[in-house]
């Protein structure tokens, strides 16, 4: 069905081809009835023609015959010319009889219907038109045919029929003509057989082809009856009939048989010929059809078939067009659907795969490839259901599209990652034009009464110089990607040196995967001072000693393991670790204090997170008031609300929340009130600069104020020195850490801290 289906158009051609053939089948077996019909129907008259030009003639000479010894036997018919007129009597009443007339052995007139002075009527014997058939009627007993000609004296045209009279020697004594009206015995003859058949039917006499009679009509008769019939002509129907019946003349003319062929006159016209001899008077009875009127009435049947025939055509015609173009359709979408994204109506992978030829032909123009990937989607899906991340990627593909340069191509490549190629080339136009894109992108989204913003970073790579395939342009785009996600909104060209540190990457990524197991992974812990400069908790912070690669920081090792998924199990081994040397601590010390742990965006993202921190904080038994979680600002740009339920889960038990990196992203005021956080962690860059920088003093008094209006704790990371610590806590600053106080220590080391220095009572 299928091949079917793909060769309609050939099953189309197939069939008109076969009914074509049945057609012309029909047409050919249609025209050989035709043909066969006027065969018969002529051959029916033509031998009714040779019967009855038989009889006609039989009669006539008979009736020759009787006068003939009427006349002979009559002393004084030379002298008393009206006796013969009295005997001819009876064949003059006959209206087909024209005249009669009888003549001496010499030719001159005895008598003559026509006039009674005899003399005026001209010499048979001498007259040019009757000389040879005079002559042959003289040698000869039985009766002969004159010459068809036109009697000027009576003003028509007639058939004379000779027969001589002798004595019992032999010897001529006079010789009867009669002269047959052309125009009334023959015609009425013919028009009795011929129906309405377009014949022609002439009567040729064999001696010298001259015709006796041709029912052509009057206006032809001068050309019919003064030039014999062409010997050519009688010679190619010769031909004609001995190839069908391979008779010779001499055969035809012994055997008188019927025959019918078809033959072409000298004009070119053609014929349907029918001929049969009659011996007894030497005379051809031929028939002629036009082989036109044949055509002509096959034609008016055919026109029928044929009309039939193309309407039924057209109608096929029509039918396998809709059914054809329906299946084109069918195919089209189907091409469609495979080839573009049913969601974003852009064109998918797929497309990108099959159609990059369109871009990378042999000498095509360089282009630029873009790989762009909205920042922190997966959240938008998970918090608020996909059905709400399929309106933001519409919303997404729409900007993109509205952005989309001339002769440049967007594809959805998957998921929340895009593509798209464009003519720029130059650094600065492609910088700037990443940037109109990530702008347009991370404009407000409204969906569903909802208004937030989501940011996207965008990996540029340049054909052919980064790559002549699309898998090595990916793939370079891919690399200046990984190098702006790190950044975070904002876009890279491909450098070499990126591939290198990309490359870099891969590898700690491997050696990450077996750091848990080799034991590999450390936690070290950082003092946290209160504003009399005791000791009332530490930071827990994360210290990766790879054989292979050497102490790598957290700071560069915590993103790869966020990005390939790595977070949720290196997240739960440092829990585990916490939780029980700190508990160990707190026995030691005989004095529980607090610890902050570190829970980055994917960590806190995942499902099982909070089911595993209350399984180990039962496990070790540590005590839950003294944990404190530390989460990123950036956490909450992406969706508040999703957290919202989570955050104050985890606040009900007794756990506490600390926003780190507080100033660095963009949380807003209204937000920072609805969520329940305790204690707000300024960022160490802010620290650093609060004596060189303005706007970091400024920034720093600020978070402050904000923090204690809204009963927070407020901690100061990355003190160094007594001064940055002095001014803090002049602006009010509650709580510190940093190298001024303690850098982050193992265990044991800070066991010796705790027992050298003062520190609060948590419990
Ligand atoms: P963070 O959470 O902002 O941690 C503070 C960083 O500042 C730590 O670097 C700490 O050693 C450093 N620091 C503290 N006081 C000073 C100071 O006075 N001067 C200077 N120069 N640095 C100071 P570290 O341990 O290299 O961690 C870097 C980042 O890696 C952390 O930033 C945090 O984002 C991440 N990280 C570290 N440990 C963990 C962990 O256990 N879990 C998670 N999720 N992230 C961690
Ligand atoms: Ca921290
Ligand atoms: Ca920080």
């Not at 009787?66 to 007129?85: C, F, K, S």
């Not at 064109?347 to 990937?373: C, E, G, V």
């Not at 930071?539 to 993103?559: D, K, M, Q, T, Y």
Request: glycine share 4%; net charge negative; with cysteine.
């Amino acid at each position: 069905m299928a091949i079917l289906k793909k060769n309609i158009w050939l099953i189309f051609y197939i069939l008109t081809l076969t009914a074509t053939l049945l057609f012309l089948t029909t047409l050919y077996f249609k025209w050989q009835n035709t043909y066969l019909k006027y065969q018969t129907s002529q051959e029916n008259i033509v031998e009714l023609m040779a019967n009855a030009t038989q009889s006609l003639f039989d009669t006539q000479e008979r009736l020759m015959d009787i006068l003939g010894v009427t006349i002979r036997e009559d002393a004084h018919y030379l002298y008393e010319p009206q006796n013969i007129e009295k005997h001819a009597n009876a064949l003059l009443q006959n209206p087909d009889i024209l005249a009669f007339g009888v003549t001496t052995p010499e030719g001159d007139f005895i008598y003559g219907s026509s006039d009674s002075n005899t003399t005026r009527i001209p010499n048979l014997k001498n007259r040019p038109e009757s000389h040879n058939s005079f002559m042959d009627a003289l040698s000869q007993n039985g009766m002969v045919f004159g010459r068809t000609y036109f009697t000027p004296e009576l003003q028509k045209w007639a058939m004379p029929i000779r027969k001589t009279i002798r004595d019992e020697q032999g010897h001529p004594l006079f010789m009867m003509t009669t002269l047959f009206k052309l125009s009334s015995t023959f015609d009425r003859l013919i028009n009795s057989v011929r129906h309405r058949q377009n014949l022609i039917v002439s009567i040729i006499r064999d001696s010298d082809f001259y015709q006796q009679y041709n029912s052509l009509g009057q206006t032809e008769y001068n050309l019919t009856y003064q030039t014999p019939f062409p010997k050519t002509l009688m010679d190619r129907m010769y031909e004609s009939i001995f190839d069908i019946y391979q008779l010779t003349p001499k055969e035809l003319k012994s055997d008188e048989p019927l025959v019918s062929f078809s033959y072409e006159d000298n004009h070119g016209v053609r014929f349907l010929t029918t001929v049969k001899y009659n011996k007894t008077y030497k005379l051809w009875i031929v028939v002629h059809t036009y082989f036109d009127t044949i055509l002509k009435d096959f034609l008016q049947t055919v026109a029928l078939y044929f009309s039939v025939f193309i309407i039924s055509g057209g109608l096929f015609f029509f039918l396998f067009h809709l059914i054809a173009s329906a299946e084109e359709k069918r195919r089209n979408d189907l091409l469609y659907q495979a080839t573009y994204d049913q969601l974003t109506t852009l064109p998918n992978r797929s497309y990108l795969h099959q159609n990059i030829f369109n871009w990378t032909y042999k000498n095509a123009p360089s282009f630029s490839l873009f790989y762009i990937d909205m920042d922190h989607f997966k959240n938008i899906n998970d918090s608020f259901g996909h059905q709400f991340g399929d309106y933001v990627l519409v919303e997404i593909a729409k900007r993109l599209k509205e952005m989309l340069p001339r002769g440049a191509d967007v594809i959805r490549y998957g998921g929340d990652e895009f593509v798209m190629m464009t003519h720029l080339c130059e650094r600065q136009e492609l910088l700037c034009f990443a940037r109109q894109l990530i702008d347009a992108l991370s404009r407000p989204y409204d969906v569903q009464e909802l208004h937030f913003n989501i940011g996207a970073s965008i990996g540029i790579a340049l054909y052919p110089d980064h790559g002549q395939s699309l898998d090595m342009l990916l793939r370079a785009s891919d690399i200046a990607l990984y190098e702006s996600k790190k950044v975070k909104n904002s876009a890279h060209i491909f450098a070499n040196a990126m591939q290198e540190g990309f490359l870099k990457n891969v590898q700690i990524e491997q050696e990450l995967r077996k750091a848990i197991a080799h034991n590999e992974l450390f936690m070290v812990y950082q003092p946290q001072m209160d504003v009399e400069g005791l000791v009332y908790g530490v930071e827990a912070l994360i210290r990766w000693n790879s054989p292979s690669l050497g102490l790598v920081p957290p700071n560069h090792f915590i993103p790869l393991a966020e990005a390939s998924g790595l977070m949720p199990k290196i997240g739960r081994f440092i829990i585990e670790t916490v939780c029980h040397e700190i508990h160990t601590l707190h026995q030691r010390l005989q004095h529980p204090f607090q610890v902050s742990i570190n829970i980055s965006v994917r960590q806190f993202m995942d499902p099982e997170f909070l089911e595993h921190l209350l399984k180990i904080i039962e496990k070790t038994e540590i005590h839950r008031l003294s944990i404190t979680l530390e989460v990123t600002e950036n956490l909450f740009i992406e969706d508040v609300h999703a957290l919202l339920p989570l955050l104050k889960q985890i606040k009900a038990m007794g756990i506490q929340i600390s926003m780190d990196d507080f100033g660095t992203g963009y949380s807003s005021l209204s937000m920072l009130r609805k969520l329940p956080i305790d204690e707000l962690k300024i960022d160490k860059s802010f620290v650093d600069e609060i004596f060189e920088d303005d706007a970091a003093q400024k920034m720093v008094q600020n978070i402050i104020a904000i923090g204690k209006n809204f009963g927070m704790h407020i901690i100061a990371e990355g003190v160094e020195t007594k001064e940055q610590k002095e001014l803090l806590s002049a602006f009010g600053c509650d709580r510190f850490q940093g190298y001024y106080f303690a850098k982050p220590l193992s265990t044991e080391d800070l066991l010796k801290f705790f027992q050298e220095n003062s520190f609060t009572c948590k419990a």
